[in-house]
């Protein structure tokens, strides 16, 4: 990708509104009674984050938690450390991670290890978009809002080197 090209639209706003709210409809099947947990990995999820729950009419709690900034541009390391933890105990409660991106997989993973030991009632993944063409350790997405191309991916949240993080539209760059 080029990020000195000008970002073109992948996903409308219209149809990112649309999607969480039908990811919203399927989680509160799935939650209302439970009290959920609602894990925010930082920074690229805080805009799906913040729409999501708005979308969801019961009681529940958030946390976050952020990763060594382990990306530059839009190469990754393989190497992640759990830069800010969550603040609260998660023990007996109904987790649900909520992930801007499933890539190569490896982030969820790494979480997912680390969440097991602090014993959750239950854990599950909501993932805005889904890159399966990258996938390089299996992840079960409970909650899928998109599957995107073999592209990188800007906007919602997402960001290239902290830029176009505020971009209401999901856009990449270049030729689809
Ligand atoms: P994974 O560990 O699954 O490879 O990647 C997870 C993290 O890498 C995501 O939470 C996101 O921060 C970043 N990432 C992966 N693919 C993309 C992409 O296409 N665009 C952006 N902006 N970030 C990505």
Redesign the pocket.
Known sequence: MSPQSEPQVLLTRQEIAATVNRLATEIMKDYHGKNPLLIG?LK?SFIFMADLVRSLDFPLTMEFIAFSSY?RGTQ?SEKIQVVQDLRSPINGRDVLVI??????????DFLLQHLRKKEPASLKLCALTD?PSRRKVPVVIDYLGFTVPNK???GYG???DEKFRHLPDICFFGDI
């Open positions: 990995i690229g990306r990754s992930e801007d991106i499933v890539d190569t997989g490896l982030t969820y890159k990188f991916i800007v997402l960001d290239c």
